[in-house]
Structures are given as structure tokens and as C-alpha cells.
Nanobody, 127 residues
Framework: QVQLVESGGGLVQAGGSLRLSCAAS????????MGWYRQAPGKPRELVAT???????DYADSVKGRFTISRDNAKSTVYLQMNSLKPEDTAVYYC?????????????????????WGQGTQVTVSS
């Protein structure tokens, strides 16, 4: 079992920054990749960024150059640094953990690739 707890969401003006954190506990050594997803009202859950155990990263085109995913193994925490925020970034942000090893980072592209989810944290960007 793996438990994930997100924090760091809030209200920010367009152009501002936020850093989300996802603290993992439990059987963390079974995790092969971590992802950040987001879901806006009435829209499907969207993959934002992925990081693997060997620190490979991948991003959705909509956030490239603005968001950075990173991890601190000593703290069992994954971060999502979000800069130059836009109103369209408004969503509930979820972190997720994938247990299965996959050859390519983009193989972690579907919600079904992830075994555990956090409860989500709201990010609201005002214009």
C-alpha cells in the first residue's frame, strides 16, 4: 500500500507561482513513477507531468517551460513547481504513483497506469 498526500494549492493571480507537494508513505520502494494530473470542472483528468525513479521527466505541451516536476527521495516527496500560471491552469491537482516498470516514460500516459492517488489539491488562477 502507498499513501499520497498533496499540499500547496491555493488562489494565485495570473503570472504567479505555486509549488505543490506530494508526500508518499507506505511501500514507497515499489513505486516506479510518479505523476501529477489535473482535472478542471467538466473535463477529463489530464496528465501534467511525470517523473521516474531514474529522474526522467515528461510534460504536457500546455505546461512545458512553465512547470517543473522534481523529487526529494530523502523526504519521499514529489514537487510540482508551477510558474507563469494562467487561468486555464485552474483545476484540482492530483499526484499518482505507478508500481509497474515501463520501458518509456510516455508509457505512463494513462490514468490506468497509476495504482495510487492522492486526494487532490485545488489550484485557482485568477485573471
Amino acid at each position: 500500500q502507498v499513501q499520497l498526500v498533496e499540499s500547496g494549492g491555493g488562489l494565485v493571480q495570473a503570472g504567479g507561482s505555486l509549488r505543490l507537494s506530494c508526500a508518499a508513505s507506505g511501500n514507497i520502494f515499489s513505486i516506479n513513477a510518479m505523476g501529477w494530473y489535473r482535472q478542471a470542472p467538466g473535463k477529463p483528468r489530464e496528465l501534467v507531468a511525470t517523473i521516474t525513479t531514474n529522474l526522467n521527466t515528461d510534460y504536457a505541451d500546455s505546461v512545458k517551460g512553465r512547470f517543473t516536476i522534481s523529487r526529494d527521495n530523502a523526504k519521499s516527496t514529489v514537487y510540482l513547481q508551477m510558474n507563469s500560471l494562467k487561468p486555464e491552469d485552474t483545476a484540482v491537482y492530483y499526484c499518482a504513483a505507478a508500481l509497474q516498470h515501463k520501458p518509456k516514460i510516455r508509457d505512463y500516459g494513462s490514468t490506468g497506469d497509476y495504482n495510487y492517488w492522492g486526494q487532490g489539491t485545488q489550484v485557482t488562477v485568477s485573471s
